[in-house]
């Protein structure tokens, strides 16, 4: 079965992925899990910053979740905000610190390498399967497809540089479109 070769692929993907993942944190004193939550949280928007969603995107305990954040913040990585309108809301933010770890470590070396090798239509076809595998995932599943948000269904285009969530009723800001959040819907 096609699929079964498919999902071969994958987990060996994600085999070297993790191997690799372990040896470049390892440097900065961080897990691969701790580094996960620290992309998540560099590429999530502002609705999506938050220890629930964090939890929902890694399928997690809350305590597990819990834990690591406690260790990343004693660690200098990550600060937490008050929301402003909404007190209880407490807002996860990558420190410059982090940003900089982030910027050495994703994409991990062998992937850069791995990819250098490979033309620009080669990565564009298999970025495009992937996309694709992806969206068969999630339409299979009922888990949250923590899209990005110029692929909503609620994002409008005003014109220019002018966006509005139609959910959650209010205007977007352009540097918010390439990022991904909890709230998001695929188009029917
Ligand atoms: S348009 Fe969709 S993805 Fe963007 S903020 Fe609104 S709900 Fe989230």
């Known amino acids: 079965m096609a699929s079964t070769k ?8 994600a085999e070297l992925q993790r191997a690799d993942s372990r040896r470049c944190t390892a440097e900065f004193g961080l897990q691969p899990v701790q580094l996960e939550v620290l992309h998540y949280l560099s ?7 938050t220890a629930k969603a964090l939890t929902e995107y890694l399928g ?11 260790i990343l913040e004693n660690k200098g990585y990550l600060s937490k905000i008050t ?19 982030l910027q050495k470590v994703i994409p991990s070396p062998l992937f850069n390498s791995a990819f250098k090798g490979l033309t ?8 495009s399967s992937l996309r694709e595998l992806l969206q068969a995932l999630m339409g299979s599943s009922n888990m949250k497809t923590f899209g990005v948000c110029h ?14 969530c139609e959910l959650l009723k209010v205007p977007l800001q352009q540097s918010s479109e390439q990022l991904i959040c909890i709230e998001h819907q695929s188009p029917s």
């Open 6 to 13: 498919i999902y071969d692929y994958i987990e060996r993907i």
């Open 120 to 127: 620009e239509q080669k990565n564009a076809q298999i970025e």
């Open 83 to 101: 929301d402003l309108k909404d007190g209880r809301i407490i807002h996860l933010q990558v420190t410059d610190s982090a940003h900089q770890v």
């Open 60 to 70: 997690q305990t809350k305590g597990t979740v819990s834990q690591t954040l406690k």
């Open 43 to 49: 590429i999530c928007n502002q609705f999506s910053n």
């Open 151 to 164: 692929t909503c269904r609620y994002n409008t285009h005003l014109g220019g540089s002018e966006y509005y």
